[in-house]
């Protein structure tokens, strides 16, 4: 059995290399063989059955003007013959056969059982054929009203063969007439499908050198569908590698100043120059800078490390946010003495992972403390979070584009912080938006549904 599974899998890794064309022929080819070996078989068996009843059927008609005329018809064209035993005196006594050798003869080699049998039994009829003289006879065996004889009506298989072998060759005309139709469909249906697949093909091939190319096949099923999905593909894969690019300049722009700044001052200070008038002073600078590239790299990591994560798709649980949101009030509170953290928080769960919620709602919280005048708001429900502040609004060229990499509003620092925080959203099935009131800005999180 394994053998077998071996090699009908060998066979099948062997199809599927082939081309699609390649593939139908050989499916062609086994169909048919299918035809010829099974088909051809069942088609005779049930024409043979067909034609052996229609037979029977002449046979009987042939009896009833013997039967119920009481006349014997004498040789027609198409021999059937008709013998009439009778058991009184055990003898045949009427016949349209020209010599009574060939009654016994028939008698002997074909019906001399049946007849018997039907004379020992109740039985009227027996229908049966046989071979005389490498022919074959069908017969039926009748007894005649309820007297002491029996109609013994026989005719050759001439006919029944020559019948099967018409309707067979008609059957056979038809059946590969079929075929021919049906494989030249199937070739036609496959030359429309390489088509695309060819274009399709292409249309990789230049994504992956990079060459500029359209996709264009004017079909809605899964080919049509396939190819949309590419053309998706690619346009995606073009604002990546344009995000990537911006991403690549503004990461190389933002940390060269700190690192120029760094280096300067601290060739002044090799120098024993201080450009701020004493060491401490020029020092600071240096560390603040320092400090600027660090939470820069911190930031750039982070997000790389949520892009990781959001491949992964690992188990999301769930947390009670309105304790995390209080500590992070709490801490708000000391830091940012001039300003008002107000408060509405209903005492419920948030899908996902407190350490990284705790990094959004910090960063949109630290971002509104940047413009806020004066109030900062959170409120807090169902699969729903808003934090509000006071400040001035979100200019509207930059409001669709906010949550992207590197956008930074009038006072924003570094362009990763709003970034992180719709990576987070997204990742645990929730959205983020920015929403302009009359006064002040609005941060919404809400549950996708």
């Known amino acids: 059995m394994k053998k077998i599974i071996r090699k009908l899998t060998s066979y099948l890794s062997f199809f599927k290399k082939l081309s699609l064309v390649q593939q139908l022929i050989v499916v062609l080819c086994f169909v048919g063989l299918l035809l010829v070996a099974v088909l051809m078989p069942i088609v005779d068996y049930n024409l043979t059955s067909i034609v052996d009843k229609q037979m029977y059927e002449t046979l009987t008609i042939s009896q009833y003007s013997i039967i119920y005329n009481n006349t014997m018809p004498y040789r027609q064209e198409k021999e059937v013959y008709h013998i009439i035993y009778d058991t009184s005196n055990n003898t045949f006594t009427e016949y349209n056969i020209g010599k009574v050798q060939t009654v016994y003869d028939f008698y002997s080699y074909l019906f001399r059982d049946d007849l018997y049998r039907i004379i020992q039994t109740d039985q009227d009829v027996i229908k049966n054929k046989g071979e005389y003289q490498s022919d074959t006879y069908y017969y039926i065996i009748k007894r005649m009203n309820n007297t002491s004889k029996y109609l013994i009506s026989l005719v050759d298989s001439d006919y029944s063969a020559s019948l099967i072998a018409s309707l067979r060759n008609q059957i056979i005309y038809i059946q590969y007439g079929f075929f021919i139709i049906f494989a030249l469909v199937m070739i036609l249906w496959v030359l429309t499908l390489i088509s695309p697949l060819k274009k399709i093909k292409n249309y990789i091939d230049n994504i992956k050198e ?207 912080g709003l970034s992180i925080v719709s990576k987070i959203a997204s990742m645990f099935q929730y959205s983020v938006t920015a929403k302009n009131h009359d006064i002040g800005v609005s941060f919404i999180f809400q549950k996708k549904k």
């Open 210 to 416: 990079r060459k500029d190319s359209d996709l264009i096949i004017n079909r809605e099923d899964e080919i049509g569908i396939v190819s949309k999905a590419l053309v998706e593909m690619k346009e995606d894969l073009d604002k990546q590698e344009s995000i990537k690019e911006e991403m690549i300049h503004n990461i190389s722009h933002d940390l060269k100043t700190p690192i120029a700044l760094i280096q300067t001052y601290a060739q002044s200070i090799k120098d024993d120059v201080y450009p701020y008038g004493d060491k401490d002073s020029s020092i600071d600078v240096i560390l603040e800078n320092a400090d600027r590239l660090e939470h820069k790299v911190k930031s750039f990591l982070y997000l790389n490390r949520l892009d990781y994560l959001q491949g992964e798709g690992n188990e999301i649980g769930s947390f009670a946010i309105k304790e995390l949101i209080e500590k992070i009030v709490l801490q708000m509170d000391l830091m940012k003495p001039d300003i008002h953290l107000k408060t509405e928080l209903e005492d419920v769960q948030f899908d996902g992972d407190e350490e990284h919620w705790r990094v959004a709602i910090e960063n949109i919280i630290e971002n509104a403390s940047r413009y806020a005048k004066g109030l900062i708001q959170i409120t807090l429900k169902d699969g729903y979070l808003e934090i509000y502040n006071d400040g001035e609004n979100i200019d509207e060229a930059t409001l669709p584009y906010l949550f992207d990499p590197y956008v930074k509003g009038v006072k924003g620092q570094f362009g990763l």
